[in-house]
């Protein structure tokens, strides 16, 4: 609710500052507040709807899902955000067989987004970032690899804490969401350094019999 109640007059903020930009006099330093107000405007923005996103008291609303399906999915959808700086080979989903968990759709995505977000900030030069759906057992893993600069023992150990960041404009909400979405599925996130370089996150659920054909 408090967060609603942040993100209106925010909105409004933002809207005003929009319609007095070609009025703000012309000169560096009044451009530079102004482009200060904006850009925090959207820092402010980007907390919030973080907050939302880690805060929500939300139990899962599990359904059957074919593992590689949903990622194909989850991919054709979070493509064109630009903040994922796509590139014709930018995703690579690998799998091999017909994988099904019960998980919430909606958190599903969630939890790869913000994967998929940590992944393409840590690959600023649109380096390929690779999906797998695997199984290992009773478990499903789906796994996101990136050829970054890996995470250093110090980083690891925080990744999970709610507000840890080490990125100047981050909110540290990204993980620890995934986290907990990860816990009400019963389930898990491990993170992993592969001997190749770069870093690779491990989600794993609880693996579901194949749902019954559709008649
Ligand atoms: P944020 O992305 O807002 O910083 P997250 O919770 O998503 O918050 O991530 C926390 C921290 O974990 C990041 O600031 C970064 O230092 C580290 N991190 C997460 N994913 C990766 C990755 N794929 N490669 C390197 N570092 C990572
Ligand atoms: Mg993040």
Not at 22 to 43: C, G, K, M, N, Q
Not at 77 to 91: I, M, Q
Not at 139 to 154: C, M, N, Q
């Amino acid at each position: 609710g408090v967060a609603h109640e942040i993100r209106n007059p925010l909105a409004a903020i933002s809207g005003s500052i929009e319609l007095l930009a070609p009025s703000v006099a012309p000169d560096p330093d009044s451009r530079e507040l102004l482009a200060i107000l904006t850009r925090e405007a959207e820092r402010l923005d980007r907390l919030i709807a973080d907050l939302l996103d880690f805060a929500r008291p939300r139990q899962p609303t599990v359904a059957p899902l074919e593992v590689a399906t949903t990622l194909r999915e989850i991919l054709r959808v979070v493509e064109n955000d630009r903040r994922l700086n796509p590139n014709a080979n930018r995703f690579q989903l690998h799998f091999d067989e017909e994988l099904w968990v019960d998980a919430d759709p909606g958190q599903l995505r969630q939890v790869v987004l913000n994967l998929l977000l940590n992944a393409a900030e840590a690959t600023p030069g649109g380096e390929p970032i690779e999906l797998h759906a695997l199984s290992d057992g009773d478990s499903a893993l789906i796994e996101v690899h990136d050829r970054g600069p890996g995470i250093p023992p110090e980083v690891r150990a925080r990744l999970f804490e709610p507000f840890f960041t080490t990125k100047k404009t981050g909110t540290g909400l990204g993980l620890a969401t995934v986290h907990r979405i990860m816990e009400e599925h019963r389930g898990t996130v491990e993170v992993d350094q592969p001997a190749g370089g770069g870093t690779i996150f491990r989600l794993r659920l609880p693996r579901r019999d194949p749902a019954p054909p559709a008649v």
